[in-house]
């Protein structure tokens, strides 16, 4: 078709299926290529390049995020990834992230279940029910604590009638199936079971009122 100018117009005409005039061609928006074919090729590539540097801005912003996470205290790998999924990555995204911070050492999820279980002994008196239950709080999976458990000697005994000398001295006030009572429910507590923790505190309870672990502490008689 012949344009105003005498020329051959490149755009075909519309034509109405049912009547009406013809729409001219050079009224429709229409996006056109360069000659070369460049053009929306270009476009496309920018697009692709925007969206790696968003990816990559999103990536560093979770990376800090979690970096000042740890910073703070060591993470379990499913409380990294809770912080992960706040920023804005997609699963492969965390998968890739995760994987960089164990390669590096930052995330080892035994190696935090070997600090938990020391921390819980030395420092809470805990049994294994108690350590156990800190653990799994943490996100840890079940065969990561139970190596950790593993590990230590079968001592609980001993564990939960030091604990429970330590607090003989403060029952002293009580007749001696009160404090007996309340000293097993704070070694419950503390995750040590029925048995060893009624023995532990009998134990406990009799040495302080007889003198043979502390000086002249005495329960008083029951009502």
Do not use: W
């Not at 100018?5 to 009406?20: H, K, M, R, T, Y």
């Not at 999924?85 to 995204?93: D, I, P, T, V, Y």
């Not at 593993?150 to 007749?175: H, N, V």
């Amino acid at each position: 078709m012949a344009d105003g100018n005498g020329g051959e117009s490149d755009l075909a005409p519309v034509i109405p299926l049912f009547g009406g005039k013809l729409v001219p061609a050079s009224s429709l928006p229409v996006r056109r290529a360069h000659a070369e074919g460049g053009s929306e090729t270009h476009i496309d590539d920018e697009r692709d390049k925007n969206d790696d540097r968003e990816h990559d801005e999103a990536r560093s912003a979770a990376e800090e995020a979690l970096v000042r996470k740890l910073r703070a205290r060591s993470l379990s790998l499913s409380e990294a990834r809770q912080i992960l999924r706040g920023n804005e990555l997609n699963s492969a995204q965390i998968d890739d992230v995760i994987d960089d911070f164990c390669r590096r050492g930052y995330l080892d999820d035994a190696a935090l279940a070997e600090q938990l279980v020391a921390s819980g002994i030395e420092r809470k008196g805990q049994g294994r029910i108690a350590l156990s239950r800190s653990l799994a709080q943490r996100g840890l999976r079940r065969d990561v604590i139970d190596a950790a458990l593993g590990e230590l000697p079968d001592d609980d005994a001993e564990r939960a009638l030091e604990f429970a000398r330590t607090k003989a001295r403060s029952l002293s006030r009580l007749d001696f199936e009160t404090a007996l009572r309340r000293l097993v429910g704070q070694l419950a507590r503390r995750g040590y079971g029925g048995s060893v923790a009624m023995t532990a505190a009998r134990t406990a309870l009799t040495e302080a009122s007889l003198g043979t672990r502390s000086s002249g502490v005495r329960f008083v008689d029951s009502e």
